[in-house]
C-alpha cells in the first residue's frame, strides 16, 4: 500500500510538471526541435489533446496532496470524488494517446514522429502514459461502481458536441477546399460534408472511448480485489 502510494505520488507530481512545461510550451511556441507544434496562447484549449492533459495535471495535483497525506498519517483516505476526477482524466488522455498513434499521426500529420516532438513528447505521449499507468494500476479503489465507469465517457461526449456544432455551423466555410478555414472550425478532420462517414467517425470514437474507460476501470479494480485494499 505505503510503496504504491509513494510511485503514484511521484508520478503525479511528473505528470503535473509535463503538462505545466507543455502548456506554457504552447503557449509562447517555445520549441526544442523546429517541426510542428499546436500554438496560439489559450486557443490552445480548443484541442481535446490539451483540455484532457489539463485536466489530468489538475487531477494529478489534487492525487498528489491528498496521497502525501495518507503517507503523513494526516489523511485516512481519498475522496470519492478525486479518484472519479483522475479517472476521467485519464480516459480523456489515454483516448488522446490511442488517436493519435492509430490516426492523426499516420493519416493526418506529415510524418509520424511530428506528432511526437516538443510539446506533443508530453501531451501525446508522456503524460498519458503515466496517467493511464498511475490509476489503473497504482489507485487503486473500490469506489467507482459500474455505472459510474461510464463518467469516463463525459469530457469525450460534452467535447464531442461542442467540436460538431462548431464544424457544422461553419459548412460553408470549409467544404470549399480552403485548408485554413477547414483547420479553423475542423481542426481535427473528423466533420465531413457526407454526414455518413461523421457517423462511422462518430461511432467509431465513441467505441474507442468506451472501451479505454472500461479497460481501465477494470484493471483498477481486478487489481484492487487482489490486494484487498
Known sequence: MKKRLQIAFIMNIAIAIMVAIAFIMGMFNIKFI??????????????????????????????????RQLLGGKR???PKWAYLLKFISSVGVTVTFVTVAAFLAPFVAKTYISLYLNSNIFFH??????TFISFSFLELTDKISKKEMFLGLAHFLVYGVIYMIIAYTHLSAWVGGDPEKFALYNWYYLAFENVFYTLIATVLMTVITFNVSLVSWRINKKLYSKVGE
Not at 505521449?125 to 503515466?130: K, R
Request: charged letters at 15%.
Open 125 to 130: 505521449f508522456l503524460a498519458p502514459l503515466l
Open 34 to 67: 523546429d517541426d510542428f507544434q499546436a500554438a496560439g496562447g489559450l486557443t490552445l484549449l480548443k484541442y481535446f489533446t490539451v483540455q484532457s492533459n489539463v485536466l489530468a495535471g489538475v487531477a494529478a495535483v489534487i492525487m498528489a496532496v491528498y496521497e
Open 76 to 78: 485516512e483516505e481519498i
